[in-house]
């Protein structure tokens, strides 16, 4: 087969698999649950908003109800299902054969009880995250990509999954290969998969989550949304770079909530400026600084 024809193939493929999960509800379904969770998060926002004089069709709302089904469905999932088998297992094949060993794995997961591995992948997961996404603020390029997602000017919950597709590329590559370490399977993923999905909506929603000493375990809209914060004290650099987990803010000291952010300013300097359109946001980063 000629790559012209894998490159068809897997298109065509993908689009079947696409039109099938659409047409086929279940409880399996990534479809379906991005609809569902969705459809219930804004319907918390509605009955009980944090910021009142916010519109229900908040600021690029359309616009981030796109980005959810591109990101999260159709390009997140070509990744996932596609491009991540193959990387994983080029590499445990790739490691093993240089090694010499049969089996990659440093310990393999897969004698655990369900619960034991997927709570273990959550958490390693939401580290390996935590870690990628303290990075993509540190190195300049990264950050051009991972603007997309801080030029949000207006929060709610579909900010969450506006992003730059080179972010599924960046998490993806770094974060599956630890994880083949483990001998899981990628359809392992499905319920972490799913739970982060909720979390990451909350975080993002224009409501208040009362967690009481649970905010110290998880993430939350009252402490994201200083993630997102436009302006922070000249001491003071990015902080609460959680994605679903607090915990690691709290442990390596970067978790700030000085106050109540309901109102801060989201963004970042010249926010006003950037792109406001999802193929000018793509190709931004692509572009020369300042045009
Ligand atoms: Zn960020
Ligand atoms: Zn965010």
Sequence with gaps: MSILDIITNAYTGYARYVWHE???????????????????????????????????????????????????????????AAFSDVVVHFVRQGAAGLLGIQEFEIFDVRGWPAW???????????????????????????????????????????????????????????????????????TDFFVVHIFALMIGHLNHANIVVPLGP????????????????????????????GITLSIWDYLFGSAYIPSNGRDIPLGFDDVEKYPSGFFSQMTKPFRKRGS
């Design 116 to 186: 034991a591995q997927l709570l273990t992948l959550f958490f390693v997961r939401d580290f390996i995250q935590w870690n990628i996404h303290k990075l993509l603020h540190a190195h300049p390029r990264l950050w051009e990509y991972h603007k997309v997602h801080h030029s949000v000017e207006q929060m709610g919950f579909a900010a969450h999954l506006r992003y730059h597709w080179m972010e599924t590329i960046v998490y993806r590559s770094i974060e599956y290969l630890p994880l083949a370490l483990f001998g899981y399977s990628l």
């Design 22 to 80: 659409i047409s086929h509800p279940s409880w399996h379904n990534y479809f379906y649950w991005l609809v569902g969770l969705s459809l219930a998060v804004w319907m918390l926002e509605i009955m009980i908003p944090w910021r009142k004089n916010q519109s229900v069709i908040r600021k690029d709302f359309w616009l981030d109800a796109w980005y959810m089904f591109f990101n999260f469905f159709v390009f997140s999932l070509i990744g996932y």
């Design 214 to 241: 649970l905010k110290y375990i998880f993430n939350n809209p009252q402490m994201h949304i200083w993630h997102h914060a436009k302006t922070l004290p000249e001491n003071v650099k990015s902080v609460n770079y």
